[in-house]
């Protein structure tokens, strides 16, 4: 092989093999000379763009929840607060064998066995250095067992948090509302700057028309995290060089309650096993002392939150604790409403305080066979204004209702709050019904119902048929009455306080239209015939009444809940305990100077004064100071 | 060194300071080539050390691979350079047996087979990317040079063979590296410049050809270079995350340690083909200049050794040692920095990993042998 080639000239081999490498110094310089120019440009001429970019990846703003406000009574008594609770956290990288702990934690009872293949979904679905909550709130029994068990679950604990907590929860529920957990309608809702960070809102009560106080506003910290998220410890302090300042959240207000949280208590007490409402307030700036609708819930359970059968039992249930009588339910007034149609009928000249009726025990209109009966079969006699109130007398007013009018009727009624929304400052309120001719043309669509009867004034006049009231639009009623016409609109909240500055802002009490009646002395009598209903030798509720320290003035109502046929045996015994009357109540005292007013309905309680006003002069004597009940 | 070496030889007796250069001469190593790696090899350890989130047990793991490679170079050294000439046609075509023997019963890992397990596990084209250029210099070295077209054609086809086994396996980074380590011998040889630059025309087309056989992971690697932002949190991820930590080391870098791209895990593959950007990050372009003046004093050692090489063969294999050697230092920075597409090249004696370093330094180990196995002739 080597024979056949030329022959090799070593010289200038190696002078073209010299100038070769000389040419590849120079491409290799060239090339190196390439990157670091390349490098000049990144780490010299736009070092600081990528600095920035650095910094960028490294630093993640997380949000933190501000401190919600807490809730006090008029007394400074806490009702709504803020504890730490313990939850039971799993961090999926720190645990080895998914199942195996899972099924440990089932056994110690901790989880339920029907949520492991839940919770190991979580647990694949995330990142695996987020934690999964397995359980919400550990009872203090669960936190010393799992203390003992710790070691055997590794990655596996239990991580403090704050809980909203209502120590009175069952006698508060109706009036704070509850917190519960966000939603994706609280989320379209709410400002997300705002709530980032936030896990829960007011849902109803106070806690809902009062969230942008106590809520206040999220902040923000910095945090050092890697390529995938996940936080890093500061003790590698030497990449914090240049951290961002946080900004810290700012708590939300404080918010003081007009409620008297011993009146609530009282109440909640008074109305234990029985369904209806309870609302007292004070009738000189409309100030709510106690507001109660019985059944009651715990709202601790929306705040921590609960299993699908504890709401399904809640929200099934046949006496609706959900649902909060004392501004949503709608009843018949009943005879509650005498006082004020009296007032209408003597300013309209419809009656005087001498025209006397003599009570058979039933009235007819003319040219009708129809009896409308009094609740006393066998009648009360002759009867004057004021004992037609005093004793509850239907008659007398059956016979007046002719010459009010319905219209007439429905005026004054409207100026007492009946027919409107107070505008309480808690959501959900309703308007009630006050009849009228154009109520019923605006309401039936029917031409033959679109019509007025003349039947239909003489049962609106007991606060009957088509009538309905709140509990709380009657206590705004009876607070009108005590203060001769003058009317503030009904309100929860006394005052919100800066939760840093401590500084306190007053809400003030917003007057509405007086109930202008032209003399005094109608006034006089009409409060006179109130106060005989509970302290008059004669008054309906004089045995609840007539021994109190103090002056009071009252009237009773019972309403029907099922209509009677006529000449129909009303047997009690044999209604069923639902289709039995309501037992409705107003009240005020003292009368010179009142301070507080109150109306009570107890659903199917059959009577008034009995069953209701014992519940109103409770309340009253504990406000004014001669109650005798140890209240916790 | 030389003149030493000479003045050594020369001399009856030793010289004075030379008990120590004596036994270097002895054991045929090269004092400044063994230096200059020394050097990159501890930068190399230190740099790594941070890169592997400062994990003793992963450094002492990179250190003894280190030692196997410096006792394989030692080897290489000691063997003569006839004796590696008389060999290379038959360890080629083992090399080639033993590729092809890859592609039918190799083991396979991360999408591609590469491995072969003969009792022990290693990669063929390991061997190849020493045993293409050795192939081609045994080719040359007794013909005239500067070779002739159909001699180019059969050298071709000896580089093309092994060069199309491993791109099949698929590793296209190691082929396109073994048939640069070979065309560097023909360029050496004295190719002439004219079919050089004809040849660079034919690349046009014949990276057309590339593109139509390339994965599509190859394709979108180079189209990622192309707008990298276009694909920020995939393909292109890499390439932002190592610029961003290069450029935001600046002049003098963050410090030992405390580079954020790479200590919170936004840097991908920062301990093997990445880790310049871990230099870039912490010693800044103070820091990269270092490491750079170090690989171009390695390479320009290598180059003398080639120049001053006695026969064909040995300033061939030499030249295409060390520039090859430039070509991986070339393509790992020039991948890092975001100017030529992502191809899985390690910076050598930094990155994290073994095999392509033993490979590496049997490569500076016939460098020394080349150096030391010369005979003395009249100038």
């Not at chain 1, 068990?149 to 991580?159: C, N, Y």
């Not at chain 1, 309608?185 to 936030?198: E, K």
């Not at chain 1, 009727?409 to 409107?420: A, E, I, K, P, T």
Request: one cysteine or more; aromatic letters at 8%; hydrophobic letters at 45%.
């Amino acid at each position: 092989m080597a024979l056949l080639s030329p022959i090799k000239d070593h010289h200038s081999e190696r002078r073209l093999f010299v100038r070769r490498v000389i040419a590849s110094a120079v491409v290799a310089i060239l090339l190196l000379g390439v990157v670091i120019a390349r490098l000049v440009q990144l780490q010299i001429v736009h070092h600081e763009l990528f600095a920035e970019k650095a910094q960028g990846n490294r630093v993640r703003i997380e949000p933190v929840a501000p401190i919600r406000g807490l809730i006090f009574d008029r007394k400074g008594r806490v009702i709504a607060e803020n504890l730490p609770a313990y939850q039971l956290e799993l961090v999926p990288e720190q645990v080895s064998d998914i199942d195996d702990t899972l099924n440990r934690l089932a056994d110690l009872d901790l989880i339920a066995r029907e949520d492991i293949p839940r919770f190991k979904e979580l647990s694949r679905s995330g990142p695996r250095f987020r934690p999964v909550t397995l359980k919400v709130r550990l009872t203090e029994e669960e936190i010393a067992n799992f203390a003992i068990q710790r070691p055997r679950f590794p990655g596996v604990d239990f991580k403090p948090r704050l809980v909203r907590h209502y120590p009175d929860g069952k006698a508060v529920a109706h009036a704070v509302g509850y917190v519960g957990a966000l939603n994706s309608d609280d989320l379209l809702r709410l400002d997300p700057a705002r709530y980032a960070g936030t896990s829960h809102t007011g849902k109803t009560g106070i806690e809902s028309s009062y969230e942008s106080d106590l809520h206040g506003a999220a902040g923000y910290r910095h945090l050092i995290t890697n390529a995938r998220g996940r936080q890093i410890p500061f003790d590698s302090a030497k990449l914090l060089d240049s951290l961002p300042m946080d900004e810290k959240p700012a708590p939300g207000s404080n918010v003081y309650l007009s409620i008297d949280l011993d009146l609530q208590l009282l109440a909640t007490r008074l109305m234990e096993n029985r369904r209806g409402a309870v609302v007292a307030l004070d009738p000189r700036n409309g100030e709510i002392l106690a507001l109660v609708s019985a059944p009651s819930f715990d709202p601790n359970l929306f705040a921590v939150g609960m299993s699908t059968a504890q709401y399904a039992e809640l929200e099934g249930s046949p006496d609706v604790p959900l649902f909060n009588r004392a501004v949503r339910g709608r009843y018949p007034p009943g005879s509650t409403i005498k006082p004020m149609l009296a007032l209408a009928a003597l300013e309209t000249g419809a009656t005087n305080l001498t025209r006397k009726t003599f009570c058979i025990g039933y009235f007819m209109l003319p040219n009708s066979t129809h009896r409308y009966r009094d609740w006393k079969p066998e009648g009360h006699g002759p009867v004057d204004l004021h004992d037609a109130i005093e004793q509850s007398c239907d008659v007398y007013f059956y016979e007046i209702s002719q010459e009010i009018g319905i219209d007439s009727m429905h005026d004054y009624l409207v100026r007492f709050g009946l027919g409107n929304q107070t505008g309480i400052d808690i959501g959900g309120e309703q308007a009630g019904v006050v009849p009228s001719r154009e109520w019923k043309r605006d309401n039936f669509r029917n031409r033959d119902d679109q019509r007025w009867y003349h039947g239909e004034t003489v049962i609106a006049s007991i606060g009957q048929g088509f009538m309905l009231a709140t509990p709380l639009q009657l206590a705004a009623a009876a607070g009108a009455l005590a203060t001769r016409g003058e009317h503030f609109r009904p309100h929860l909240v006394a005052a919100v306080e800066d939760a840093l500055s401590g500084e306190r802002t007053l809400v003030t009490p917003e007057q509405l239209a007086s109930v202008e009646i032209s003399s005094s002395f109608y006034w006089d009598n009409i409060i006179s015939a109130m106060h005989d209903v509970m302290q008059g030798p004669r008054g309906t509720a004089r045995a609840v009444g007539f021994n109190a320290p103090y002056t009071m003035a009252g009237k009773s109502g019972t309403a029907q809940v099922v209509s009677i046929a006529q000449d129909e045996e009303y047997d009690e015994e044999e209604i069923e305990e639902r289709q039995r009357d309501h037992a409705l109540f107003i009240s005020f005292a003292p009368l010179d100077e009142p301070r507080i007013a109150v109306a009570v309905i107890v659903e199917n309680g059959r009577s008034g004064s009995t069953v209701a006003a014992p519940v109103a002069k409770a309340i009253m004597d504990q406000y004014l100071g001669y109650g005798d009940n140890v209240v916790r | 060194m030389s003149f030493a070496d000479s003045k050594g030889l020369l001399a009856a007796k030793p010289a004075p300071l030379s008990r120590f250069a004596g036994l270097m001469r002895r054991m045929h190593i090269d004092g400044p080539l063994l230096g200059g790696l020394i050097l990159i090899s501890c930068f190399g350890l230190f740099i790594l050390y941070s890169a592997v989130g400062e994990s003793n047990r992963l450094l002492m793991n990179q250190a003894v691979r280190l030692g196997l490679a410096f006792v394989a170079m030692l080897v290489a050294a000691q063997l003569p350079p006839d004796f590696l000439r008389r060999w290379t046609p038959w360890g080629y075509l083992a090399g080639l047996v033993l590729l092809a023997l890859v592609l039918v019963a190799g083991d396979v890992g991360q999408g591609a087979r590469r491995w072969l397990d003969l009792g022990i596990r290693f990669q063929p084209s390991e061997a190849m990317k020493l045993g293409v250029p050795m192939m081609a210099a045994w080719y040359l070295h007794d013909r005239q040079l500067p070779p002739r077209f159909g001699q180019l054609l059969t050298i071709a086809l000896m580089i093309a063979v092994p060069t199309v086994l491993i791109a099949r396996q698929p590793d296209l980074g190691t082929a396109l590296l073994i048939a640069a380590s070979g065309v560097i011998v023909v360029i050496l040889a004295g190719m002439s410049f004219r079919l050089i630059v004809g040849m660079g025309l034919l690349a046009v087309p014949g990276a057309l050809a590339l593109w139509s056989i390339m994965k599509d992971y190859q394709k979108q690697r180079v189209l990622t270079l192309l707008d990298p932002d276009s694909d920020p949190l995939g393909a292109g991820y890499n390439i932002i995350q190592s610029k961003i930590a290069i450029g935001s080391g600046g002049l003098f870098g963050k410090g030992w340690t405390n580079g954020s791209q790479a200590h919170l895990e936004f840097l991908p593959e920062r301990d093997t083909d990445f880790i310049f950007a871990v230099l870039g990050e912490e010693f800044g372009l103070l820091g990269v200049l270092t490491l750079l003046v170090l690989y171009m004093f390695v390479i320009g050692r290598g180059l003398y050794i080639a120049v001053q090489a006695q026969d064909a063969y040995s300033r061939l294999l030499a030249g295409s040692i060390s520039l090859t050697f430039l070509v991986y230092v070339f393509v790992n920075t020039a991948m890092v920095t975001g100017l030529i597409p992502v191809v899985g090249v390690p910076l050598p004696l930094v990155s994290f990993g073994g095999t392509s370093m033993v490979t590496l330094m049997a490569g500076f180990g016939i460098l020394m042998s080349i150096h030391s196995h010369r005979k003395l002739l009249p100038h």
